[in-house]
Each structure stands twice: as C-alpha cells, then as structure tokens.
C-alpha cells in the first residue's frame, strides 16, 4: 500500500485562481516536501516542514504557501495560479538527520495552469 | 554553498554497452550519505544507490557507484544496459543541516536497441 499519497493527481485550474494539492503520509515521518519537476531544472524543493504546524520555505517559495496541520497531511496552496506553475508537482517524507535516511515521493500531480 | 553537478543532461547509449553518469558535488560539511535516484516514466523518483563510505563501491539493480571524496565524486555505472534502465537520473546529498536534499538536475538515459 503506497505510503505517501498525492491528491488531485491532474489538474486543470485557471490564471488567478486558487488551487490546492494535497498530500497525506503513513510513514511517520516527521519530514514532509514539496517539489516541483520541470524539464531541465530537475527537482526543485518549493516547501518543507518538519513536524506539524511548521512550515519552512525551500529554494523556490515564491507563489506557493504551504500548510502541515498533522504530521499525516502537507498541503501546497497556490493562491493565485499562473501559466508559470504549470508542472510536475511531487510530495515526499523524510526522517532527516545526520544519518540520512532516504526521501519517499509520491505519484506526482500534474498541475496545468490556463 | 553546497551544490550537485550533473554534466549530461541526455545520454543515449545502445543496449548491452557501458553506462556511465556523471555527478559531482560542492560542499563544505560532513555529509554522511549521498543518493543516486532513479524516475521511471511517470512515476515517482526512488532511490537507487545510497553511499556513505569512502572509496567503497556500492552495487544495487546492476548498477554500482563508488564515492571519491578526494575528487568530490559519485558517478553512476553499470557494464551492460538493458532497455528498461532508460529512465530519469538524480544524483542527490542532505544539505548542511541534513533535512533536505540538493538534488542535481538530473540525466535522461535512453537505451536504445
């Protein structure tokens, strides 16, 4: 059974409007994040939080806010879309620390903004 | 600050012949691990290779990777490709406060036949 899920897993939103994706996790981990993939940039790290309630910005926050309201659900909220945050979005859990332990991603949800 | 390299952004290489991508990488901490990951189509990234000792070649799946540190180094390889190792590449280390990644941006293998 997949231990992190990702919903929507596609979609659609248009230029102004508010989306939200969502993100639930049953490793217990105390790590969760949110990136983004596009074609020649890789994996960049949008937000990240390490336990409920917390929130950090990772390398590309701008446009994104991010809510961690348990330690099962990391929520990314646009709230205001634009054509520019189309993408590949992918959440992931992690334990951290300083021996690190590995990150396990999500589906991906593919986010197209008109 | 602390960075991953990945040179090839694409390598096709024909099937039954040598692979070999390319990552090096910056930084100015301990690091215990490094991470190869590997993304096939439309899934989700996974690791394939993690390393935490120096100069010990570390194998998973046909693939090996020895990490250099004098070199700042840990390439991916495997002898022979197969057509189901064409998928998307990440090379990856914790940051400095070792909660995060850095991920390099990543090499497409296509293997053709």
């Known amino acids: 059974e997949a231990a992190v899920t990702q919903s929507p897993r596609n979609k659609v939103a248009v230029t102004g409007g508010k989306v939200t994706l969502s993100c639930n996790q049953t490793?217990?981990?105390?790590?969760m994040y949110w990136y983004r993939q596009d074609t020649g940039h890789g994996l960049r790290l949008i937000h990240y939080?390490?336990?409920?309630?917390?929130?950090e910005k990772g390398d590309i926050p701008d446009g994104y806010k991010a809510s961690r309201p348990s330690q099962e659900n990391f929520s990314l909220i646009l709230e205001l879309a634009t054509p520019s945050q189309t993408s590949v979005y992918f959440c992931?859990?992690?334990?951290?620390?300083?021996?690190?332990?590995?990150?396990?991603f999500g589906p991906g949800t593919r986010l197209t903004v008109l | 600050g602390d960075s991953v390299t990945q040179t090839e952004g694409l390598v096709t290489v024909t099937e039954g012949l040598p692979v070999k991508l390319n990552c090096t990488y910056q930084?100015?901490?301990?690091?215990?691990?490094f991470f190869w990951y590997v993304q096939y189509l439309n899934e989700a990234p996974q690791v394939l290779l993690r390393?935490?000792?120096?100069?010990k070649r570390t194998e998973h799946q046909g693939f090996h990777a020895t990490l250099h540190k004098s070199s700042s180094s840990f390439h991916l390889q495997k002898s022979s490709a197969q057509l189901s190792d064409s998928a998307l590449y990440y090379c990856?280390?914790?940051?400095?406060?070792?909660?995060?990644?850095?991920f390099g941006k990543g090499t497409s293998l296509t293997v053709i036949p």
């Open positions: 939080s390490y336990g409920a309630g917390s929130t």
């Open positions: 990856a280390l914790p940051n400095t406060g070792y909660q995060n990644f850095y």
């Open positions: 992931a859990s992690g334990e951290g620390g300083p021996y690190y332990a590995e990150q396990f």
């Open positions: 390393s935490s000792t120096d100069n």
């Open positions: 490793n217990n981990h105390n790590n």
């Open positions: 930084t100015t901490y301990l690091t215990i691990a």
